[in-house]
């Protein structure tokens, strides 16, 4: 008997009708002599309706509020789907992530999972249910519901089965596997057959939204094997495993147009600037993405110019205005600009890679703004109107969307 973790994303359970369909599947793997637990997304869109409501109330939201209420989503689609899969005459039970023990840091909003106390979710399996858990919160110490970020309920999945020690995760979404590059962006992307957690960790990192970074860290740390397929389709899909299809220079093609530049001119040469700003960046909780500082012409002067999300746009913006005007220098920043991002396991070996991508980028006379490199991938920061250009150019390139 193997024990499964199936978790469903937003699309898959958006109607009714989709969460009968879902429960028809946790009862076919039941059926199958499997152990059955099910870690679900709130319904549709309900997640992005919560948190608009709140913008309504208040920029200025008090980060427990906000946990509070945009959780609850996935309250209402682990019920439902529980109640589908006992209306289809089998047994089940939903709980939230308190209930199945999911503990979190005491911070909120995109908190990170600690520990996951099993005992109920044991207890409940050994019943005979179907246990149908809700993806993307959990308790922290004080005893107040988290979130742990957006497209969290994959890490929730991942980590329930890690402390399950379950035989594999299985991710049901809207795409049958992870492709090249995002499939609704390029059609001729082409799906994985496998591919490594360190290379898949890269592709979410970048932007491959179809998984959640940290979910793909622990699937790593744990040696768990994720399956991705679709929700509505049969198929292989795709399995993330230690060892991807095969050594490829290149595996995949990630976008990101989330991304927000500011660059900070003229800073004084000495030092201790980056130190003191990135500092203050990061006891804001701002993740910093591509750092690039440059020499200036003039005599002890230089510039330090990096990326963040467009959540953590304006706080940065502002930080970085109090030192700029502390040190007597010039601000710029633009929210409409994307990266582009070329990943591959064999690249670290290939000469040659970086050069061909900037090409494949100058040949569409597009302009890189800022260069970030990795043993296995090179990103290139680039106006966002010509992200999808780009991301065909260097797809092309590479001859990905061939077998
Ligand atoms: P869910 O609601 O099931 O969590 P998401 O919207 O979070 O689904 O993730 C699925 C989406 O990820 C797909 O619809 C696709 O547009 C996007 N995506 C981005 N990059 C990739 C990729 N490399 N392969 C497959 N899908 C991708
Ligand atoms: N419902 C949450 C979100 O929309 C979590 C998830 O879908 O994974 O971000
Ligand atoms: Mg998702």
């Known amino acids: 008997m193997a024990l499964i973790v199936q978790k469903y994303g937003g699309t898959s359970v958006g109607t009714i009708e989709k969460i009968k369909n879902v429960a028809k599947k946790a009862l076919t793997a039941q059926s199958a002599g499997n152990q059955v637990v099910v870690v679900v997304s709130a319904m549709g869109p309900t997640t992005d309706v919560l948190i608009a409501r709140l913008k309504e109330l208040t920029a200025d939201y008090d980060p427990r509020e906000y946990d509070a209420l945009v959780s609850i989503g996935e309250n209402e689609s682990a019920a439902l789907l529980a109640q589908a899969i006992i209306a289809q005459g089998g047994r089940a039970v939903s709980l939230t992530g308190w209930q199945a023990g999911v503990e979190t840091e005491d911070n909120h909003n995109k908190c990170k999972i600690t520990n996951v106390r099993a005992g109920r979710l044991r207890q409940e399996l050994q019943a005979g249910k179907i246990v149908v858990v809700t993806g993307f919160q959990g308790l922290n110490s004080r005893g107040d519901v988290t979130t742990i970020g957006r497209g969290g309920s994959d890490t929730s999945a991942v980590v329930i089965a890690a402390a399950l020690r379950a035989d594999i995760c299985e991710i049901y979404t809207d795409v049958d596997g992870i492709y090249t590059t995002d499939p609704h962006i390029l059609p001729e992307a082409r799906r994985l057959e496998r591919i490594s957690h360190e290379e898949m960790l ?150 040659g890679v970086a050069a061909r991508m900037f090409a494949a980028l100058g040949r569409e006379k597009i302009n890189i703004q800022m260069i970030s490199t990795s043993e296995i991938k090179i990103s290139c920061i680039i106006a966002q109107k010509e992200l999808k250009k780009a991301l065909r150019a260097v797809h092309t390139e590479f001859g990905l969307e061939k077998c």
Request: net charge negative.
């Open 202 to 351: 890269e592709m979410a990192s970048l932007g491959a939204g179809v998984m959640h970074p940290r979910a793909v860290e622990c699937a790593k740390v744990n040696n768990m094997t994720i399956a991705v397929k679709h929700s509505q389709q049969d198929g292989k899909g795709t399995l993330i495993t230690m060892v991807g299809e095969k050594l490829n220079t290149v595996s995949g093609v990630a976008a990101a147009d989330d991304v927000a530049k500011i660059g900070l001119l003229h800073v004084p040469d000495v030092p201790g600037m980056a130190a003191e700003l990135f500092g203050a960046l990061a006891a804001a909780r701002i993740n910093v993405d591509v750092i690039v500082q440059s020499i200036h012409e003039e005599a002890k002067k230089n510039d330090i110019s990096f990326t963040v999300g467009h959540d953590d746009y304006a706080q940065a913006l502002k930080i970085t205005e109090a030192k700029a005007g502390a040190w007597g220098c010039a601000v710029i920043g633009d929210k409409a600009v994307a990266k582009v991002s070329l990943v591959g396991i064999g690249m670290a070996s290939a000469p």
